[in-house]
């Protein structure tokens, strides 16, 4: 796809493959300590392989984007729960490398995992995001995602506390 400042990326499944390149964009998100709830990726290549295997093989899935150079920029991944009441949802994680950022790519790969959600069968999507996190709340509302709930206090990070809010979308049978 072309993003609005005219780069291309593609979008595509993650594979096991991607592991390395996977570990290393949530790390610089999570560096930045703004957004994500570790500072760090902490885990291994293998730990992250075993990962992006475990979500395709619960009913879940993965993309990625990929620059025509090779870099992956951005991922989402949908997480099927394993309790037998939480089959029909799938939490999301996302994140956009900070080169590339507010150019459409988060508000494409979004509509792109929803999309293949439903053809997963799954009815609802959920997330949890930092209360500070303006940019990503706007993305999801602008998405159709509604807020149900927010846990206060539920984040710490320096001795400051943060709000965790909880957003949902409903992609079922209406
Ligand atoms: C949140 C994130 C995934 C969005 O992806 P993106 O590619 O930057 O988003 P897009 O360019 O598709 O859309 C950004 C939207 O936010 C808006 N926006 C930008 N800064 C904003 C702010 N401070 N407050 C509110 N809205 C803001 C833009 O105007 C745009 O909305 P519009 O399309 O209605 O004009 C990405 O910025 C990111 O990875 N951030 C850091 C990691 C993160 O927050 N992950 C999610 C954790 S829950």
Redesign the pocket.
């Given at each position: 796809m072309t993003l609005?400042d005219g780069r291309e990326v593609t979008i595509r499944a993650a594979t096991e493959n991607d592991a390395f390149g996977v570990l290393m964009l949530i790390d610089s998100?999570a560096r930045?300590r703004?957004?994500?709830l570790n500072t760090e990726a902490y885990w291994t290549v293998e730990a992250q392989r075993e990962w992006i295997r475990a979500v395709h093989r619960n009913g879940g899935t993965m993309l990625v984007a990929e620059t025509t150079k090779g870099d992956l920029v951005?991922w989402a991944d949908l997480a099927r729960p394993h309790a037998a009441l939480t089959r029909h949802t799938a939490t999301l994680?996302?994140?956009?490398?900070?080169e590339?950022?507010?150019?459409?790519?988060?508000?494409?790969?979004l509509q792109e995992i929803a999309n293949e959600a439903r053809s997963l069968g799954i009815e609802k999507l959920e997330?949890?995001?930092?209360s500070t996190?303006?940019?990503?709340?706007?993305?999801y509302g602008?998405l159709g995602w509604t807020h149900e709930g927010v846990s206060a206090r539920s984040y710490k990070q320096d001795g400051a506390y943060e709000d965790r809010v909880q957003m949902g979308l409903w992609i079922g049978p209406t």
């Open positions: 609005n998100v930045e703004l957004y994500l951005a994680g996302t994140g956009v490398h900070v590339w950022r507010e150019v459409g790519l988060g508000r494409a790969l997330l949890h995001v930092r996190n303006s940019r990503a709340v706007h993305l602008s």
